[in-house]
């Protein structure tokens, strides 16, 4: 990571977009990138070393469509996911997943200062948890242009593919996010897609889990009883098999901001 020079009171506030190789990220970048001017914006991503490869390839076709750099960071003491969850010996709680702060929001602290304004991707259905952010961190300046422009997920991927990149491979194999590959927080039917797509990376975590024991079951069937990945029946769960994908008028207002932004 480039050590940035420290701020002043005469500059204005730096604008740090959280890019996070997904759909909806991409276009709240661009929007930010529009309206405050590629000086003042930085843009980060948090390696988590757990996500799909395609990624890699994605980063770089939005690279050149933001036409500006990408700061990548990464946590020195854990590797990916899988560090965190066999080092710690805890995958989730009801609290949440500890790869989440120890990946995405700890490494990211030396970069961060306390002017700066932060951009989130969150979509026009997820008010509720950008409510919460802001909540959470009612001392920082955090913005979410997707929510300011009524944009939803599917706006966001029609967006990115009419813009002539692909989209990353997890949402063309069916999955709603572009989340690591075997992520703690998704349910039964995200989990028998893993099943599915990725067999080595659930028989890890099944394993992973029997070692831990049933504590570490991800979900509690009407009874009490907890479900584990060895108990879960193939069939259960419901996941789309294609993304939705569709531009809507706000997508449309969305693609004239950022053209005038190119003139």
């Not at 661009?30 to 996500?51: C, P």
């Not at 080595?200 to 509690?220: C, D, I, K, T």
Request: glycine share 8%; charged share 25%.
């Amino acid at each position: 990571m480039t050590d940035l020079p420290s701020s002043t009171g005469s500059e204005r506030p730096r604008v740090v977009c959280r890019f996070s190789c997904g759909a909806a990220s991409a276009v709240a970048t661009k929007l930010a990138l529009r309206k405050y001017g590629h000086e003042r914006v930085e843009i980060t991503y948090s390696d988590t070393g757990s996500e799909h490869p395609d990624n890699k390839r994605f980063m770089a076709d939005c690279i050149r469509w933001f036409n500006h750099p990408i700061t990548v960071v990464k946590s020195a003491k854990y590797a990916d996911t899988w560090a965190v969850w066999e080092k710690e010996r805890f995958i989730k709680s009801m609290q949440g997943a500890p790869c989440t702060g120890l990946l995405k929001r700890e490494p990211h602290f030396p970069f961060e200062r306390p002017t700066d304004i932060m951009v989130f991707g969150y979509t026009s259905e997820e008010q509720h948890r950008f409510d919460r952010l802001r909540k959470e961190n009612f001392e920082r300046t955090i913005e979410a242009p997707l929510i300011d422009a009524g944009m939803s997920k599917a706006d966001c991927l029609g967006l990115v593919s009419r813009a002539g990149i692909a989209l990353p491979a997890m949402y063309l194999l069916g999955f709603q996010n572009n989340n690591c590959i075997g992520c703690p927080k998704g349910g039964r039917g995200y989990w028998n897609m893993i099943r599915k797509h990725f067999p080595v990376q659930f028989e890890r975590m099944a394993a992973l889990q029997r070692h831990l024991g049933e504590g570490s079951a991800f979900w509690r069937e009407p009874d009490g009883t907890k479900l584990t990945l060895d108990k879960l029946d193939p069939n259960r769960g419901v996941m789309h098999d294609e993304p939705d994908i569709e531009c809507s008028v706000m997508c449309h207002s969305a693609e004239m901001q950022i053209a005038e932004a190119a003139e």
